[in-house]
DNA sequence: TCTAACTTTCACAACTATCTGAAAGTAGGA
DNA sequence: TCCTACTTTCAGATAGTTGTGAAAGTTAGA
């Protein structure tokens, strides 16, 4: 009788993690931390900062810091096991809370930057009434203006639960 | 009679170009490449290599590849004036379309590889029926459907046009 | 209080991305 | 054809990011 083959989705999350690490880069996110997410993702149980280090061969200093990243992130988070002193982390599993805290941090750090500029070259140009001045103020008026509406799609999307956000797509794709 | 300030809105578009390279960065794109396309986007008139090397203190290599990388994005295009040889840069300044460029070239290089591996990974573990390997299946499936959705959301806005854009979003909100 | 099990920090090393500038390539027109 | 005005390429330099590992810091409990 053939050998049972020894767990081919184990095999199969090998392969994702080291595929979603490298995807990570192309995305603006450090591998080692898309690497650990994946980990933590698809961990039937909580894991603490050895085995990660050990599974992703990656210093201490390393996991610590992505850990930390990905904490503040919220896409972990940390797991206290009664009587043990060490911390073990969990990921968020569910695809739709996953999808929100990205939108969010993304929002944060991409958009309302860019908005503060917008407003700013804006409001110091108002006065511009003719020719490339003029049109200087018309275009970050415009862009701002596509900012925070983009921003406020992103808001009313965000506050939705799964269900009523998948109705309204059905209707928007429908 | 004091003298009239030299065009204030020249400050604004500086302060715009810097700050819009800075941006870049939080945001994946390069930041010669942000600069150059901020510089002309806010420029009266196409503009050619040596004008954009000198304004932004940049090599000739520099411009030429990011000028390229530009124009392959379809964020400028090349315009030549009649009786020059020498190639002029100009960029889409409609907002909307914009947008929709940024979205379709951000879905290809982040949406498109992602889905791959996704796809890969729930194929292979299709047969895991308990333990682990099923729920392993099942994340890597949600994954997947969840990021084809996204795509076909992300589609389906690219293909409306501003105005449909907009009814449909004042929808969404009100 | 002390120890041991753990976490955090940080100077430096390794790696990656980006930029430069000079040389090579290309094409219009004399 | 050759010159000239331009564009493209690319090897090496520079700058920026990420990773290492050892040392310092923390804390629970003996």
Redesign the pocket.
């Known amino acids: 009788m053939p050998n049972k083959p020894v767990s081919t989705w184990e095999d199969s999350r090998e392969e994702f993690i080291a595929q979603w690490?490298a995807l990570g880069?192309n995305w603006?996110?450090?591998?080692?931390?898309a690497?650990i997410h994946a980990l933590l993702m698809t961990a039937p149980e909580p894991m603490?900062?050895?085995e990660i280090?050990q599974r992703l061969?990656?210093?201490?200093?390393?996991?610590?810091?992505?850990?930390?990243e990905l904490n503040g992130w919220g896409l972990i988070r940390l797991v206290v096991k009664k009587?043990?002193?060490?911390?073990?982390f969990e990921a968020e599993k569910d695809v739709w809370k996953m999808f929100i805290i990205i939108a969010k941090e993304r929002k944060r750090r991409e958009l309302d930057p860019a908005l503060g500029v917008l407003k700013g070259c804006a409001e110091q140009t108002k006065g511009e009434n003719a020719g490339p001045g003029r049109d200087f103020h018309r275009q970050m008026k415009e862009l701002q203006e596509f900012v925070e509406f983009g921003m406020k799609v992103s808001d009313t999307v965000a506050g939705m639960k799964h269900a009523s956000a998948l109705q309204w797509a059905i209707k928007l794709l429908g």
Chains 1, 2 share one sequence.
């Open positions: 690490g880069s603006g996110i450090n591998r080692t931390m690497q603490y900062t050895d280090m061969h990656i210093s201490r200093g390393n996991a610590n810091t992505n850990l930390r009587g043990e002193r060490r911390e073990y």
